[in-house]
């Protein structure tokens, strides 16, 4: 994609709709006089006076115990330098966004027009009173360093700047296991800083705090080696300034045991790596390019252990490890602030997580059965949802030790639930999905490539590395298609099917000899190849495509018939079924069957059942099912509570393994306590529904619109389950984030069910090895 395109998307992102990233959403309910005469006046008066009495009553009656002010003047953004308060202000943004998605932390964003450190210091000092804690960001060092400590020493409330401290902290646990996994002593080894900002000097003060020895570092800056001999040095680079006969970044290089970059690309060349010392390690963090390119590094030298600021290699030094969590545990227990304590104990927790054995969740997500310690994985990964309940607990541990929390944790089983009912699922569902994805794409047949969102949408997957997209239709109108809207689709195959006559003759062949018993004759067959979905359903039969993905233009049954037709069911299944995953704010809820079977009966209810549950756990996600009816179990009769009673009695009986209850109304289904107090012999007593089976099309097509329209869910899918290879069904008209979302599930599909085939046919060759032994 060119770089116009690619900027104008960025910008489309955030002025389209509702301007901006954020809003403010009310958490009490205000439909009625009532609920605003609560909220305000006169209601509002008794917590104002509650809080008059005792000042801490402002954390049980206001959100200030969860709201933290992302606080800049916009001196130092994003490598972008001093553009200003306003133009920073995007980024501030998307920063409130990672503390709400990692951590559940409210945050206002402030842009404050001022260099002034006395001015910036007054401002934020001045708005203590509203925020729980406050995060600096994109502030120009040396001055950072001097508002941040006054801050720290003026304010009763958590204050950190991230741009120091998260890189310094998360680096440091990579540093750590670095070491260990290297046979490295922390107090030993010689450390290269290239970089001498705000970043560099903290991540430098951490180490040391961990035991790096000072005369063991050398920092260097853009004029060179920081030596004591420098004249007009200032007081933060004088802390590191060295005594040693050292002048260019080659010499310190030399028998170099350890090289933090935090500067810009290409600095490091291949003969400066060569001449460090034996097993050495490298973080080279600029960004968007390192230091030196991972791929160079890795080559040069076998014994490196290399991490950098980049997703796409191991060992991503990401701040987005760290700041979450680090605020999560000190607003939770009240502290006054972020010490060295707090910090070190984040620093450990981090490390120590990447010991422990990784969760089926996280390697799914990575595509791996086997991530563990060593020198590809030092840290963890972004996604690990045990951060949370990792690092919060431990910096919320080290604050009451260290004497800065203010309301002390007791009961830490119950702060550990509390932590993880946090965590809601929505997005993070789909971003496990994605990494997973990404990690073995797969090649994606788009049937209906000469339309603008399907595109788009091969666009978005390909530069993501999600997919790689097919694009069949005529040529000439793809191509000019791709011309006007600047996409950069040049090198992806296009395939026309009427030009392919080797392809037809195969794929008609192949038909003829299915369908020749149900009234289809060979030149049916050859001109039904001329339909695009008869020919991508062909494309995936025959391994010229992992999967297919359909229906953006074209209604449902016309587009499900013909990968039936050739591609037809998994062996042992009977019929498909459609399923919608809705990603609401309590986590992810899906619904079957929404797309196929219009009134299934008590057989076919249970083999949607099996289907489902069987989907489901795709998503390392274990299904809870409610078969859903206007009955409680047996409160009703008539022909949806007998169907649905039954079903569910034959589950029981066949599939004891499935977690199934009904019938039941979706209420019941959802609401635990409801349940239990009404039915407490249900198999659904102890947790709510996640997966709902409607007794009919109609209830399960109009409750997930429903949702989707007034309840604010966004809908994933429809999945189509059942199929022996995989073939997805778009929603006619469905938007290009949609499309992604389904392409997105459609290569996990190609993945499992390529992983299954692998493992069938490793079993029967195990049998035949056996047999002749």
């Not at 709201?67 to 501030?92: C, H, R, Y």
């Not at 990784?358 to 996604?383: H, R, S």
Request: hydrophobic share 40%; glycine share 6%.
């Amino acid at each position: 994609m060119s770089k116009t395109n690619k900027k104008q998307d960025a910008l489309d992102y955030h002025s389209q709709g509702r301007p901006g990233k954020i809003q403010v959403v009310s958490t009490k309910p205000t439909n009625s006089q009532r609920d605003l005469a609560l909220a305000y006046s006169p209601g509002v008066a008794e917590p104002c006076l509650k809080i008059a009495e005792n000042v801490e009553d402002v954390y049980k009656y206001t959100a200030k115990g969860n709201l933290v002010a992302v606080i800049s003047n916009g001196t130092a953004v994003l490598g972008l330098g001093d553009i200003g308060p306003e133009a920073g202000k995007p980024v501030m943004e998307g920063k409130g966004i990672l503390f709400k998605i990692f951590a559940d932390i409210d945050v206002f964003d402030l842009e404050l027009d001022t260099k002034n450190v006395d001015d910036f210091v007054k401002i934020v000092k001045a708005l203590e009173p509203t925020f729980g804690g406050v995060n600096l960001e994109d502030i120009k060092a040396p001055e950072c360093f001097e508002i941040e400590r006054r801050l720290k020493a003026e304010m009763k409330i958590p204050v950190m700047h991230d741009d120091q401290h998260g890189t310094a902290i998360i680096s440091a646990a990579a540093l750590i296991n670095a070491c260990e996994l290297q046979k490295k002593k922390l107090d030993k080894v010689k450390i290269v800083i290239n970089g001498a900002g705000a970043a560099a000097i903290s991540c430098t003060r951490l180490y040391v705090s961990l035991g790096a020895l000072r005369d063991n570092v050398v920092m260097i800056d853009r004029t060179g080696v920081i030596r004591a001999d420098r004249e007009h040095l200032d007081g933060t680079k004088a802390e590191f300034a060295t005594k040693r006969d050292i002048h260019t970044l080659a010499d310190a290089m030399k028998d170099a045991d350890v090289f933090i970059g935090l500067s810009s690309a290409d600095v490091v060349t291949a003969d400066m790596l060569k001449t460090m010392a034996k097993n050495p390690i490298v973080f080279a963090m600029a960004n968007p390019n390192p230091e030196i390119a991972y791929d160079l590094a890795v080559k040069t030298r076998k014994d490196i252990i290399m991490a950098t600021g980049r997703s796409d290699y191991p060992n991503q030094v990401n701040n987005v490890l760290g700041f979450p969590y680090i605020f999560r545990g000190a607003l939770d227990v009240r502290s006054t602030a972020i010490n060295e304590e707090m910090k070190i104990a984040a620093v450990k927790a981090i490390a120590a997580l990447a010991k422990e054995h990784v969760p089926e969740a996280v390697n799914l997500a990575y595509n791996t059965k086997n991530l563990k310690f060593g020198k590809d994985y030092i840290i963890p990964k972004p996604i690990d949802f045990r951060l949370i309940t990792t690092v919060a607990p431990a910096v919320a541990k080290a604050a009451m030790d260290s004497g800065v929390a203010r309301y002390p944790i007791t009961d830490w089983e119950k702060y550990n639930d509390e932590l993880k009912k946090r965590l809601g699922m929505d997005d993070a569902i789909m971003r496990t999905i994605t990494n997973k994805a990404k990690a073995d794409p797969k090649r994606v047949v788009f049937a209906e490539a000469d339309n603008y969102k399907i595109l788009k949408a091969a666009q978005i997957v390909k530069d993501e590395g999600i997919a790689i997209p097919i694009l069949l239709g005529k040529k000439s109108i793809i191509k000019k298609l791709i011309k006007e809207n600047e996409l950069e689709l040049d090198d992806v195959l296009v395939i026309d099917p009427l030009e392919e006559v080797e392809m037809s003759d195969k794929f008609a062949q192949n038909f003829f000899e299915k369908r020749q018993r149900r009234g289809i004759t060979s030149y049916e067959a050859h001109k039904f190849m001329r339909d695009r979905n008869y020919f991508g359903a062909s494309m995936v039969e025959f391994g010229d495509a992992d999967a297919l993905i359909s229906g953006l233009t074209k209604n449902y049954a016309t587009t499900v018939k013909p990968a039936l037709q050739i591609i037809g069911t998994e062996p042992g299944v009977n019929r498909v079924a459609g399923m919608y995953m809705m990603l609401t704010k309590e986590g992810p809820v899906f619904f079957a069957d929404t797309t196929i079977n219009i009134n299934p009966n008590t057989e076919e209810l249970v083999d949607i059942t099996v289907l489902v549950n069987k989907s489901v756990k795709q998503f390392n996600i274990n299904p809870r099912i409610a078969i859903l009816s206007y009955s409680n179990y047996g409160s009703n009769e008539g022909e949806i509570p007998n169907k649905t009673r039954e079903a569910v009695k034959i589950l029981h009986q066949q599939h004891p393994d499935i977690v199934v209850d009904g019938e039941m109304q979706a209420n019941f289904a959802l609401n635990k306590d409801l349940l239990n107090d009404n039915f407490p012999f249900s198999k659904l007593k102890d947790g709510p529904a996640n997966t709902l089976v409607f007794p009919s099309l109609d209830s399960g097509n109009i409750a997930y619109k429903l949702l989707q329209e007034i309840g604010g869910a966004e809908a994933v899918g429809p999945i189509l389950l059942g199929m022996n290879k995989p073939v997805h069904v778009l929603q006619l008209g469905s938007s290009v984030r949609e499309i992604v979302n389904m392409v997105t599930i459609a290569v996990v599909d190609a993945q499992t069910k390529q992983n299954a085939t692998l493992e069938k046919k490793s079993g029967i060759l195990s049998k035949i090895r056996k047999t002749k032994d």
